[in-house]
């Protein structure tokens, strides 16, 4: 049996840890080979990737409740009732962070910080969003509150400080959000100790991340995706390589010293900023970045980019449009990979791509262990010559 998280069955965070984690495994793969007879596809099913089982996960964001003088912080319950759950450790996050959940409660409490009500709009105290690299041990701390009180900002740091942890805390930014949105807004950051950034090393390659950067959760597995899309691709310095969806850049640049050029096209321009430091970081010269939306880059600008021989596709949960395959079926690349941590929409999107593209592989990798999400790649090799 699992060692079991002491909230485990009260928190929402995760809902499989009673099912033992070889059995998790076989849940998923089986999962992995309905939907692929469901849908009649051709290929072979690699064997599912396994990764440290708990610890796993680089970021959370927990939320505070209570009342003044009794602060509670931690996640969701996962019955109907949404409780608030006080949470004193998180196997899924890190061995540290019941000494931070406690050390923030403790401060709030003594400072008699009042907390944030979503229906009033009144209160201090939001979120507590924790961070931390696994490969190069550092921790970012930020604590969400409104502009109502003020934090104390040195007796915060202190307290942090003070805490003896396996992974020291090398960043730490207070964030006022006066929004009405339960999301987090990072408009009014400030950076109240040490770097604004902590950078994570996968595979001698490094990537800053930021309080407010998107970077996948599980750095283990996706040091591994990464290598077996580089491995598989077989790059040489005559290949261009498009990466829609690239977020930070990290696939691209993974790519990129085997490639001739890469594309990176993502949405967002701060996310594209941070891609391009990476590339700096890492003194990767042969990747361009776009910030806009995939469809519009495909219609108005990939025209110039006729000659792409492997594109990398690896978009949010929901997937592409049927405009996206269109359009992504009109560059006529040798091959496309294709990630995503939701494989019913991918298989979706595969039918659409299977009539001028044979499938070779789908390789799962448990990036979630005890919650129902997956990550697979898809490898797909153009069945005729160019057009
Ligand atoms: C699953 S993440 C993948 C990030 C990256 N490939 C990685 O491995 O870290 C999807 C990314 O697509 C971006 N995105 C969402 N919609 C988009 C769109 N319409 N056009 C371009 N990028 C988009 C998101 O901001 C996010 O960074």
Redesign the pocket.
Known sequence: MNQLCRHFGDCGGCRFQDVEYCQQLINKENLVKELIEKNNFALEIRKIHSYQKFFYRNKMEFSFSGAQGSVLCGLYSGSKDRRLVNLEECLLFSKDIGKILNVVRAFGNQKGFSVFNKYSHRGFLRNLIVRETKFTAQTMVAIVTTSEQDLNSSEFVEAILNLDLEKPVVSIFWIKNDSWSDAVVFEKKELIFGQPFIQEELDGLFFNIGVDS???VNPQG?KEL?QTIRKEAALDKEKRVL?????????GIFLAKEAEHVFG????QP?VEAAIINAENNKVGNITFFA??????LNLKAQGYKNIDCI?L????SGLSKKIIRAVLRLEPAVIFY???NPKSMMDDLSGLVGEYDLDFIEPFDFFPHTPHLECLVKMKRNRPKG
């Open positions: 998107f970077f996948q996706i990464y990466d829609l969806f690239c977020g930070v850049g990290s696939i096209v993502e949405l967002h996310i806009e939306d995939t469809r519009r880059f990398v690896n978009p949010p949960r990630s995503s941590c």
